[in-house]
């Protein structure tokens, strides 16, 4: 797991003076790492008190001098899954594995944030201002074994100062897009975690694979959760607030922690050794180290996401593909450069080429031969039943509440929008099909084909595919929804048919006695 948090002078004294937070656990790990910590011949080596409050202050200075809110850096934090702390305590040798395939992909990762320019700074000439990749940095690495319920939870805090030089000038780094980066650099530093892990023997399961995350093969999920109530205090605050996702669960992190206290690594490491490795309550499984990755093995994860996205949507993007086949593939070490590969090569994709979305922004679309078969059979249908009811709406009618309506609520919908809602009002087609990506506006157009039609007594059900997407339309269109499924059970079930019990997903249905409303 990764997390991001502004670091301002003020905090960097605070932790480093008062709390001891960066230096605590085992401090002669804590070292230096970037560029410009070469050139200052400090790469690698131990962080010394002074050096690094020099460097504070320095940042200080450079921010006008005595504000103490201002940026100094930004705290990257890299945490590791709970089954690699836990395995912290069964003994030296696999302690002295975790830590050294941790200090390793920490170090990799950061490596590749800052060669790939993760950071960039703002140069401005003739009053334009374009952003430049960062290249060079000054990171302290500062290496914990608990968090702060005193649990066993080893992550480490990386320290870039608001730095970096180009041409012999000094720059201040651009955070704003930083927090846009969390989900990518956390699942590269779970990568490369896997990867080092998978090199010294040590078996691996998936635990969530549209996220890329995994635990040590030989514990269970009760194991993890019991030894895991840092995790459990955030995801109830976050339950709380009904909020949801990492922006929020780093909130949620910072309002609920605790004083973070001094703890017996010894003692602590004991008791989690005597609970559930002593007994052999959880076993470690290892075997041969891991040296190769074949692409036949990436093809069958890339096959696998590919059908998923398949069912989930009809067109997603390169992005939303790229992101998944690399979660999917965190076993299996598919970088960026593999997954773009692997995308090239499918057979089942369609390029749908470049579409803009409702934002401005251009996004590449695929879907596939099947999606697109099951969309030609959808328009025959709609083809069929065209022109055999009446409108709902008159087109002057329609026109009128539209204008009222947005007047009103301050409402905007784009020509394209506005074409939809009356095409939906006013034809006399039974099926009607409204077309768009994601991120087109298709749902804020069926806001306001809900609130015309409630001015109208019309009554207005979205059934959808998933769960997911029901719930999304409910509470972003107003519009009552649900699944195909349910729709299709309730139907068959408020008919009088005598519903049968199955294995898996219902599949069928009988709805011979369903009859016409009204």
Excluded at 50 to 78: A, P, S
Excluded at 411 to 440: F, S
Aim: aromatic share 6%; net charge positive.
């Amino acid at each position: 797991m990764m997390t991001v948090q502004t670091v301002s002078a003020g905090m960097a004294t605070t932790y480093y003076n008062k709390d001891n937070y960066y230096t605590k656990d085992l401090s002669s790990l804590d070292s230096w790492q970037g560029v410009i910590s070469k050139k200052l011949d400090l790469e690698n080596t131990k962080i010394e008190p002074q050096i690094f409050d020099n460097f504070v202050k320095k940042m200080t200075e450079r921010n006008g001098g005595n504000d103490n809110k201002k940026r100094v850096g930004i705290d990257l934090t890299f945490s590791c899954l709970k089954s690699i702390s836990l395995a912290l305590a069964k003994d030296d040798e696999t302690k002295k594995d975790m830590i050294e395939a941790q200090q390793k992909a920490v170090k990799e990762t950061l490596e590749e944030i800052e060669k790939n320019g993760g950071f960039t700074y703002r140069v401005t000439n003739n009053k334009v201002t374009t952003d430049k990749k960062a290249d060079n940095l000054l990171i302290g690495k500062f290496n914990h074994f608990v968090n702060r319920n005193g649990e066993l939870d080893l992550h480490t805090h990386c320290v870039v100062f608001n730095l970096t030089e180009k041409d012999g000038k000094e720059y201040s780094l651009n955070a704003k897009e930083i927090l846009k980066k969390q989900t990518e650099w956390g699942l590269l530093f779970r990568r490369k975690m896997a990867k080092n892990l998978q090199a010294k023997g040590y078996k691996l399961n998936i635990t969530d694979d549209k996220k890329g995350l995994f635990e040590l093969a030989g514990f269970d999920r009760e194991i993890i959760e019991q030894y895991s109530s840092r995790r459990l205090e955030i995801l109830k605050k976050m339950e709380a607030d009904g909020t949801a996702g990492s922006h929020e669960a780093m909130k949620a992190n910072l309002q609920t922690r605790k004083t973070k206290k001094q703890v017996d690594l010894d003692k602590t490491y004991d008791k989690v050794r005597q609970e559930i490795f002593a007994n052999e309550k959880v076993k470690i499984l290892k075997g041969k180290p891991r040296k190769n990755y074949y692409l036949v093995e990436q093809k069958k994860i890339a096959d696998k996401v590919v059908d998923e996205l398949e069912r989930e949507t009809f067109a997603f993007t390169k992005e939303q593909l790229k992101k998944r086949i690399m979660s999917a593939g965190v076993l299996q070490n598919i970088d960026e450069k593999r997954a773009e590969k692997l995308i090239s090569e499918n057979e089942k994709l369609v390029n749908l080429g470049n579409k803009e979305l409702e934002n401005g922004t251009i996004k590449q679309f695929f879907t596939t031969e099947k999606n697109i078969n099951i969309e030609d059979n959808i328009i025959a249908k709609m083809r069929q039943e065209k022109g055999v009811i009446k409108t709902a709406l008159a087109e002057e009618k329609s026109e009128k509440l539209l204008d009222e309506i947005c007047k009103n609520g301050g409402y905007t919908p784009n020509r394209e929008q506005v074409n939809a809602i009356h095409h939906i009002l006013t034809n006399k087609d039974r099926i009607i099909g409204v077309q768009g990506l994601a991120g087109t506006g298709k749902t804020y157009s069926f806001t306001l084909v809900k609130k015309m039609a409630d001015r109208e007594n019309i009554e207005v059900k979205g059934i959808c595919f998933t769960g997911k997407a029901s719930e999304g339309l409910q509470a972003d269109s107003g519009i009552e929804s649900t699944t195909i499924h349910s729709f299709l059970n309730k139907l068959e079930k408020d008919s009088g048919v005598r519903q049968k019990t199955t294995e898996g997903i219902k599949q069928d249905w009988d709805l011979s006695k369903v009859k016409p409303a009204g």
